[in-house]
């Protein structure tokens, strides 16, 4: 049985739909929570792969979170042995920062849906090639990062040109949230500080756009999200066997 390593910083920032399909595949999970346990010094040596999550802070904080060190040197330990690593927005930019690219702020913040558009690259790519030419995902960060040196751009969009690359064969960063449900949106719309950087950010979507775009597009999503997902579980480790969602 393989077992993951899964970075997570707040507790509205879980695994969301990815934490079905990976015990759905028979892959154990670790879990290091770093707003319980800033100080805990993981080691992904007993671990076939590497997921870090989202989170409010940013790559640029690490000088009074000192866990974002810690997570930048377990990432870099990863890639040394060849593991699979997946960084989710917060993640995404953690990875590309280990890989030596600047971290931005945006000078417009992407909270709501947007459609990603994948490069060629993209399409070729075993990964990301189920989420397709273009489709609508789910967005928020006000900070982005640029595409590593001998990384593949894999996805796009119009406000934030750098949405998915593709380092080596196994490492990914993802600026967007293929992993949220509508549960897990509509958790963040209802969390003040979340909720205060939406109304902050200025945006034409509001709470209220988004739930009504929320409602008809999560469901596609997810099923992107599992073949997707599926794709990157398969580098950590053949499932035991494969178990269709709605099965029993």
Known sequence: MSRLLVFQHVAAEPLGTLDRLIRRRGHRI??????????????IDRYRGLIVLGGPMN??????????????RTI???????????????????????????????REAEIGWYDVVTTAAGQADPVLAPLGAQAPLFQWHNYT?????RAQLLARSSVCPNQAFRYGSNAYGFQFHLEANQALIERWLSTPAYRDELEAAGLVQDPETIRARTARETAAMEQRAEHVFGEFLDLVGRPLRRITLGSR
């Open 30 to 43: 670790k879990f290091v929570n770093f707003e319980r346990h800033p100080d805990a010094q993981p080691s």
């Open 145 to 149: 990062f640029e595409i590593p040196a």
């Open 59 to 72: 790559v640029e904080d690490h000088a009074h979170r000192e866990h974002l060190l810690t997570e930048m």
């Open 76 to 106: 870099e330990a990863a890639l040394k042995q060849e593991k699979p690593v997946l960084g989710i927005c917060l993640g995404a930019q953690l990875l590309a920062h280990v890989l030596g690219a600047p971290i931005r702020r945006q």
